[in-house]
């Protein structure tokens, strides 16, 4: 009933996001040209890749696929036994003779790569972190060292930067990107990034973030939303405006830490699951 009322009562929504001729040239970072360059150099020593591209994979054909959960180390006691098996059914080549075995983990930026490394160790070898992990893009800059995992048999782990392709086909799957965590919020840009999270939970009837920030109705202006977000939070400023009877304070909303709040909600599950795709 509650979900009735709200679409009666709310107005016509946006059929189509206006991205207002944006580019993506600048939202591929420097250190991720430097983190392929590095990836490349280092794979003459490297055993097997681990990845979590499910789709393509089954496309190509390749059946060795393990859903993992870090929070829980579901399934994190499987991948060790698959990867030992990936290699010694395969051709090590110029590794024949190296008794230990090194695998690289690679994937977007924010998969949780490092978050993997450290729940192997911590299964196989009762250790803590050894791999900064973080909610956001650009935690790991750099290939790292050897991160040992496991004894018996010896296994090394490379822990790697997110990578994206350096031409996202589209400013759309840009967005969705980003709103995934995979992109710098900065590099986009918060507050059209929130306008797309917006045009989105309207989009797929999401209206979580109704009752989450007490608006009485789903809107489709984005400025109205981000000043209530920016109300309820308590993120308001006192600025001085002049007038033509003299200077007077006024309070106005922070529409960036209410859009910071509204993104990261939505990445939290909060508003709702939402397929992008």
């Given at each position: 009933?509650?979900?009735?009322?709200?679409?009666?009562?709310?107005g016509?929504?946006?059929?189509?996001f206006?991205?207002?001729?944006?580019?993506?040239?600048?939202w591929?970072?420097?250190?991720?040209?430097?983190?392929?360059?590095?990836?490349?150099?280092?794979?003459?020593?490297?055993?097997?890749?681990?990845?979590?591209?499910?789709?393509?994979?089954?496309?190509?054909?390749?059946?060795?696929?393990?859903?993992?959960?870090?929070?829980?180390?579901?399934?994190?006691?499987?991948?060790?036994?698959?990867a030992?098996e990936?290699?010694?059914?395969?051709?090590?080549f110029?590794?024949?003779?190296?008794?230990?075995?090194?695998?690289?983990?690679?994937?977007?930026?924010?998969?949780?790569?490092s978050s993997?490394?450290?729940?192997?160790?911590?299964?196989?070898?009762?250790?803590?972190?050894?791999?900064?992990?973080g909610?956001?893009?650009?935690?790991?800059?750099?290939?790292?060292?050897?991160?040992?995992?496991?004894?018996?048999?010896?296994?090394?782990?490379?822990?790697?930067?997110?990578?994206?392709?350096?031409?996202?086909?589209?400013?759309?799957?840009?967005?969705?990107?980003?709103?995934?965590?995979?992109?710098?919020?900065?590099?986009?840009?918060?507050?059209?990034?929130?306008?797309y999270?917006?045009?989105?939970?309207?989009?797929?009837?999401?209206?979580?973030y109704?009752?989450?920030?007490?608006l009485?109705?789903?809107?489709?202006?984005?400025?109205?939303v981000?000043?209530r977000?920016?109300?309820?939070?308590g993120?308001?400023?006192?600025?001085?405006?002049?007038?033509?009877?003299?200077?007077?304070?006024?309070?106005?909303?922070?529409?960036?830490?209410?859009?910071?709040?509204f993104?990261?909600?939505?990445?939290?599950?909060?508003l709702?699951?939402?397929?992008?795709?």
């Amino acid at each position: 009933m509650r979900l009735q009322q709200l679409l009666r009562q709310a107005g016509e929504f946006r059929e189509i996001f206006n991205f207002a001729g944006r580019n993506m040239a600048h939202w591929f970072p420097g250190h991720m040209s430097r983190g392929l360059t590095q990836m490349k150099a280092n794979l003459k020593d490297v055993d097997c890749l681990i990845e979590r591209i499910m789709n393509e994979l089954e496309h190509q054909g390749i059946k060795k696929v393990i859903f993992t959960n870090c929070v829980k180390d579901e399934n994190i006691d499987k991948l060790v036994p698959m990867a030992t098996e990936v290699i010694q059914s395969s051709n090590r080549f110029q590794r024949t003779e190296t008794l230990g075995y090194c695998i690289m983990v690679i994937g977007v930026p924010n998969v949780g790569k490092s978050s993997v490394i450290n729940a192997i160790r911590r299964q196989h070898l009762k250790k803590g972190k050894a791999s900064r992990v973080g909610a956001m893009p650009g935690i790991t800059r750099a290939v790292l060292s050897r991160i040992q995992v496991c004894d018996k048999p010896p296994i090394y782990l490379l822990d790697t930067p997110g990578i994206l392709t350096p031409q996202v086909e589209t400013i759309e799957n840009g967005m969705k990107l980003a709103l995934c965590g995979t992109i710098l919020d900065h590099l986009v840009g918060e507050e059209i990034l929130a306008d797309y999270l917006l045009y989105t939970l309207n989009k797929f009837k999401q209206f979580g973030y109704v009752e989450r920030y007490g608006l009485e109705v789903p809107s489709d202006d984005i400025e109205s939303v981000l000043k209530r977000i920016a109300i309820k939070l308590g993120k308001t400023q006192k600025v001085k405006a002049i007038t033509g009877v003299g200077n007077v304070n006024i309070t106005v909303p922070n529409y960036s830490v209410a859009a910071y709040d509204f993104i990261r909600t939505f990445r939290k599950g909060v508003l709702g699951k939402v397929m992008l795709d």
